[in-house]
């Protein structure tokens, strides 16, 4: 047995469902977002009902809304007849799951959720099933098969409805003009929280650890001041105090081999002018990209008179945990 080839078969048939979902796209998906659109700016929420695998997806797809401001909340259906319907308002947009659009307990639940002045959303393999003939807009997530061998466990299926899902989600996003800054509000802890949040002011070395020199000043006393601070660059600045340039380890290493006496050399003769450098403000993952695009270990960070006020080592973002 293959066991590599019959994972890339069953990963084959569910990219072939997801690109025939993708194919049937028509203006009743232009219509959801819309629909979806109009409730989140009344103030309104989406509410998912889905039951088993559906379900499941469902909590996913929830979850990607509430993560990019889209207030959405999970009812239970089998819970919804013994109060749980309170959860929904008038205004909400109601996401329907259910691949066969039979669902018992989810057709059992939709007369009552029709007294409310809802729109509802079908998300369903059967566009001609009792749900989708309910529904306001119908997302049709139909597969040809299923990527278990036996076509009965939701595989491809599944993978179809939370991929639909996904494509609401972001869209939808678009729509409302998220943005970085606004997806940072919603996702204040761990990695992905300071990856967002961290400004580049945050993890700079100030003047007090930095080495900021003239340029008449000589390599021997920018590797003194280099070394005092601890840093791998020193900064040049104008009589005015704003930025002229930089001399790094890096550039000494590379011009002693040709020039033995440099010491005595004024740092005018072999800084770098008109260096890389950032805006204080910034997010620290544009410091990153400044460093990873330029291939360089350092990046002065300025303020609007462009004078130097930090320095970003590229060893500041391990410190920080910025992946």
Known sequence: MNYQALAKQVLTIE??????????????????????????????????????KSGNIGHKIAATFNSTGATAVVLNSQNALHGDLGIISDGDVILAMSYSGETIELLDILPHIKRFDVNIIALTGNPDSTLAKHADHLLNSEVEQEACPLNLAPTSSSTAMLALGDALAMVLLNARGFNADDFA?????????????????????GHNRMAILKPTSTVHEALKAMSDKKS????????????????????????????????????????????????????????????????????????????????????????????
Do not use: W
């Open 232 to 323: 791998g660059a020193c900064v040049i600045t104008n009589n005015d105090s704003t930025l002229l340039g930089i001399f790094t380890h890096g550039d000494f290493v590379r011009a002693f081999q040709n020039n033995p006496a440099l010491g005595e050399q004024s740092l005018s003769t072999v800084m770098t002018q008109n260096p890389i450098q950032i805006s204080s403000g910034e997010l620290a993952m544009s410091a990153l990209k400044v460093l990873e695009k330029h291939a360089i270990d350092d990046v002065i960070v300025v303020d609007n008179k462009n004078q130097p006020i930090g320095l970003i080592d590229s060893q500041d973002f391990a410190r920080n945990r910025l992946y």
């Open 15 to 52: 990219k072939e469902a997801i690109q025939g979902v993708s194919d049937r796209l028509d203006e009743q998906f232009d219509a959801s977002i819309k629909t979806l659109l109009s409730a989140l700016q009344k103030k309104g929420k989406i509410v998912v009902i889905g039951i088993g």
């Open 185 to 205: 509000k919603f996702h204040p802890g761990g990695s992905l929280g300071r990856i967002l949040l961290t400004k580049v002011d945050d993890i700079m070395r």
